[in-house]
T-cell receptor, first 116, second 115 residues
Framework: KNQVEQSPQSLIILEGKNCTLQ??????????LRWYKQDTGRGPVSLTI?????NTKSNGRYTATLDADTKQSSLHITASQLSDSASYIC???????????????FGRGTQLTVWP | EAQVTQNPRYLITVTGKKLTVTCSQN?????MSWYRQDPGLGLRQIYY???????DKGDVPEGYKVSRKEKRNFPLILESPSPNQTSLYFC??????????????FGSGTRLTVV
């Protein structure tokens, strides 16, 4: 069964600290993995996209890693800011064929709170 | 400005009264999709469309209908809404599903309450 699991479910850190969010998936055959940031009540916004052959991708203070062998991804946030408080969602796409055509698989998100 | 526009942003309706939530994108994207988001469950895909006149079910299609008569519009139809369809709904689009070069652009959401 294609699934995406994220941990931790919630996280509280102090402003200026670093943190790492985890995403484990069983989606197969794997096409790509995306990390999204979602502010409360708003639509998700894309942070990074990685394919099978990419190990690391950065977007400012956000760095995503991917280990396709172990089917794990992480999102590292450096020097956190109050505006980083949001839900971070891992989304995995399967290669388009058969029953996976057009389907996306979402994690339930990690709720990050940054305190001053 | 490139965007996905959903209307309305907020809607309160009564059980059984048909409603339509509109979604429009101005980026000439082929792929469009609808999601609902509920506390503790994350985003779940309702329906998606790979292109005009091509639609398919996602994870939770029961109680919903969609149509894709034009490339830019992908309305979500609730023929007979029920309270368990109270949720936050998002529409999203992408140039092509499966392309690793593009993310998905999400709309601002529609908060639906069915009483």
């Amino acid at each position: 069964k294609n699934q995406v699991e994220q941990s931790p479910q919630s996280l509280i850190i102090l402003e200026g600290k670093n943190c790492t969010l985890q995403c484990n998936y069983t989606v197969s055959p794997f096409s790509n993995l995306r990390w999204y940031k979602q502010d409360t009540g708003r639509g998700p916004v894309s942070l990074t996209i990685m394919t099978f052959s990419e190990n690391t991708k950065s977007n400012g203070r956000y760095t995503a890693t991917l280990d396709a062998d172990t089917k794990q991804s992480s999102l590292h946030i450096t020097a956190s800011q109050l505006s980083d408080s949001a839900s971070y969602i891992c989304v995995v796409s399967a290669i388009n064929r058969g029953s996976t055509l057009g389907r996306l698989y979402f994690g339930r998100g990690t709720q990050l709170t940054v305190w001053p | 400005e490139a965007q996905v526009t959903q209307n309305p942003r907020y809607l309160i309706t009564v059980t059984g009264k048909k409603l339509t939530v509109t979604c429009s994108q101005n980026m000439n994207h082929e792929y469009m999709s609808w999601y609902r988001q509920d506390p503790g469950l994350g985003l779940r895909q309702i329906y998606y469309s790979m292109n005009v006149e091509v639609t398919d079910k996602g994870d939770v299609p029961e109680g919903y209908k969609v149509s894709r008569k034009e490339k830019r519009n992908f309305p979500l139809i609730l023929e007979s809404p029920s309270p368990n369809q109270t949720s936050l709904y998002f529409c999203a689009s992408s140039p092509r599903q499966g392309s690793s070069n593009y993310g998905y652009t999400f709309g601002s959401g529609t908060r639906l309450t069915v009483v």
